[in-house]
């Protein structure tokens, strides 16, 4: 008893009083926050992604036409013609195409702009589908242990000895084409990723002493795994879940591409340089613009991505290793 | 070593048969019937009833999987119902394309990922290391079939009529007919048999076949044709591989025995080369391992793009006219291939590093 008393409460106090103050400005989501900001390409990433977002909602005032107007018979517009823009030398009785015009003569530029929906509407969708199915999975894999995470692994090891998009064109061709059937193929494909983060979480965690504190304290296996594991499993699930996103739209255009995702005249980017692309010799324009935008938006949830798995995991931090 | 090849052989069968069985309902899951995709409008229903009793589809399906397995185990593949001829027999004419030009884009990968990597690790937040990973930021990004046709244009319309013009489709040029090198060095092959698929399939890479009999026209003719679709392909693996590497070597720099070998007063070129970089290997052979994947998706589009005829492009030709056993044969063949390469990648850790003791 004796040293307790001895012990310099005050000290203490002092101690704990400073750290009680820093805990509260460094929750963990808030100390997250700070990293990201800290990190060129998440910020970077993140403005272009807020910028879409915002031509997304926008699409309607952004376009100076309708994405399916065509331009049958107007003077001085042709089909698949170059762009017209006024500043830079296209006579002003020309009417302004910046990206020109496609194959059916609409406005090229508006079609680009509205593609801009369906473009992040897939990636959100089609990871969120993934995310719901594979934590279910994941989770029951690695919690149950036994034959149930051995039967769940074995079938979700099949999936991935299939490439990818090989795999997700043999799905969209029994579900039919159509840009919400490649997205569910796509979501379907990319299960096991997240499903494989999910239990390696559950299972680094499934053994702590608090979750075994829970247990005892008579907490049920769903209550344990909602309020103990996923929790923990969260971080490593937001970096792949927007890494995800940049995988899902690349692919999903891939299959638009292909001509077994979204269907003309649906302005999808994907879709507008497959329609296109016997024509990439006479106008390089209509497979350029759709492809940039592509680049564009994949390149932005990547660097958000690459920007939150440095913020997110302190390992990399302390070991000064960056993957700017 | 040998004795855990064989656990980790044994250990894949039952992945492999899952595939086959995915494979094999999911093509029969596809609406429509082999019958009338191919024979379009001449499908009556009589010779459809017909065809479709030919070719053993009237069976139950798992009646079919089971006979199938049979065939699978006595190496008959069974037969093209677009092309009529046996699937080894297409296997071994698309395959080599596909091969040759995943080894192409796989090298082109290491030789420009691993260098810039280093470089990119070494000097840290110089502007070579910015340079590269804004690059390889850009390359994961890009769509291959994009980048595909972009390069075509480029080289084959921009540059037209310099000297770094290059074909934007096709395998060689119209007139070049490859002899193949088993009949140049006059051997006798049968029709059938282990050995004759494997001297085609050789004889079908025409890179290698050119260089086997010294045919320096159709050799320089194949490379160009090839350059492009390898250059498309290779973008996304590069940037990967860039990133690994890089990242890999910023973690072992900052080791203590590096900092002993710079300490022991060796040169920058050998602590790097030579300590670092060969544990820094592990992570970067693992991700290119994986790229085999990644390549094969990719090749679906490169074929596509390029108007070459391989295993992407016939996957998805033979899922499109339903033709079922090319499409089983095609995957299950990608399914082995992929299997092994992992098992490949798995056995040089040891190799790489002793330390590690696979069993």
């Not at chain 1, 473009?119 to 149930?148: E, H, N, P």
């Not at chain 2, 250059?231 to 072992?252: D, F, G, H, P, Y």
Request: aromatic share 8%.
């Amino acid at each position: 008893m004796s040293s307790v008393t001895e012990f310099p409460v005050e000290e203490l106090d002092d101690a704990l009083e400073g750290s009680i103050g820093d805990y509260k400005s460094n929750s963990l989501w808030r100390l997250t926050l700070r990293r990201l900001f800290r990190q060129r390409s998440a910020v970077v990433g993140g403005i272009m992604i807020a910028t879409l977002i915002l031509v997304a909602i926008f699409a309607d005032l952004i376009a100076p036409y309708d994405p399916l107007e065509d331009f049958i018979g107007v003077e001085n517009v042709e089909r698949r013609q170059g762009p017209c823009i006024h500043l830079l030398d296209c006579p002003e009785d020309h009417p302004q195409h910046i990206m020109g015009t496609d194959g059916n003569v609409r406005d090229e530029f508006s079609r680009v702009i509205h593609g801009t929906r369906r473009s992040l509407l897939v990636g959100f969708v089609t990871v969120g589908i993934a995310i719901v199915f594979g934590s279910i999975l994941g989770a029951v894999a690695g919690y149950m242990g036994g034959w149930v995470d051995n039967s769940i692994m074995r079938v979700l090891d099949v999936v991935l000895a299939f490439p990818f998009l090989i795999l997700a064109i043999a799905i969209v061709q029994v579900l039919g084409p159509g840009l919400y059937k490649a997205m569910l193929a796509i979501a379907i494909v990319s299960i096991p990723a997240y499903a494989r983060v999910i239990r390696s979480s559950v299972l680094s965690v499934r053994e702590q002493s608090y979750v075994e504190a829970s247990r005892a304290l008579g907490a049920s296996n769903i209550q344990i795994l909602r309020g103990r594991i996923l929790p923990n499993a969260l971080p490593p699930l937001i970096v792949i879940a927007t890494l995800g996103i940049a995988t899902a739209i690349l692919e999903t255009a891939a299959l638009s591409f292909l001509g077994l995702g979204a269907q003309p005249p649906e302005p999808e980017w994907g879709a507008m340089l497959g329609t296109e692309r016997q024509q990439l010799f006479s106008a390089p324009h209509l497979v350029f613009f759709p492809g940039i935008a592509i680049m564009i938006t994949v390149l932005a949830f990547n660097l958000l991505g690459d920007g939150l798995r440095d913020a997110l995991d302190p390992r990399l931090a302390h070991a000064g290793v960056k993957s700017e | 070593m040998i004795q855990y090849g064989i656990r980790r052989f044994v250990a894949a069968i039952p992945v492999v048969l899952g595939v086959l069985l995915v494979v094999f309902f999911l093509a029969r899951a596809i609406p429509g019937d082999p019958c009338t995709s191919l024979l379009g409008e001449k499908a009556t229903p009589e010779i459809c009833a017909q065809f479709i009793a030919d070719k053993g589809l009237d069976r139950p399906v798992p009646i079919q999987f089971l006979i199938y397995l049979q065939d699978v185990a006595q190496g008959d593949l069974g037969e093209s119902l677009q092309f009529g001829r046996p699937v080894t027999e297409v296997l071994g004419e698309r395959l080599p394309l596909t091969v040759e030009l995943s080894l192409m884009a796989l090298t082109i990968a290491i030789v420009v990922a691993i260098p810039l990597g280093i470089l990119a690790a070494v000097r840290r937040n110089s502007a070579a290391d910015v340079v590269t990973m804004v690059g390889a930021n850009i390359g994961v990004s890009m769509p291959v079939f994009w980048l595909g046709l972009m390069l075509a244009f480029l080289f084959a319309i921009v540059l037209k009529d310099t000297p770094f013009a290059l074909p934007p489709s096709g395998r060689l040029s119209a007139g070049i007919l490859p002899v193949p090198f088993y009949e140049v060095y006059g051997w006798e092959i049968g029709e059938t048999g282990v050995l004759s698929f494997l001297l085609t399939f050789i004889s079908n890479m025409f890179i290698v076949n050119s260089i086997l009999t010294l045919d320096s026209e159709t050799l320089v003719d194949a490379f160009r044709h090839m350059i492009l679709p390898a250059l498309a392909l290779s973008t996304i693996s590069m940037a990967i591989m860039a990133r690994m590497t890089r990242s890999s070597m910023l973690e072992v720099l900052g080791q203590d025995y590096v900092r002993t070998a710079k300490a022991k007063g060796l040169r920058q070129n050998k602590v790097v080369l030579k300590h670092a970089f060969r544990n820094a290997l592990i992570p970067v052979v693992t991700v290119a391992g994986l790229q085999l994947g990644l390549i094969l998706s990719g090749a679906v589009l490169t074929e596509t793009i390029f108007g070459l005829s391989g295993v992407g492009r016939t996957v998805f030709q033979g899922i499109t006219a339903r033709d079922y056993p090319i499409i089983q044969g095609f995957v299950l063949f990608i399914a082995v291939g992929y299997v092994a390469i992992n098992l490949l990648v798995d056995l040089s850790y040891g190799f790489l590093d002793p330390r590690i003791r696979l069993d």
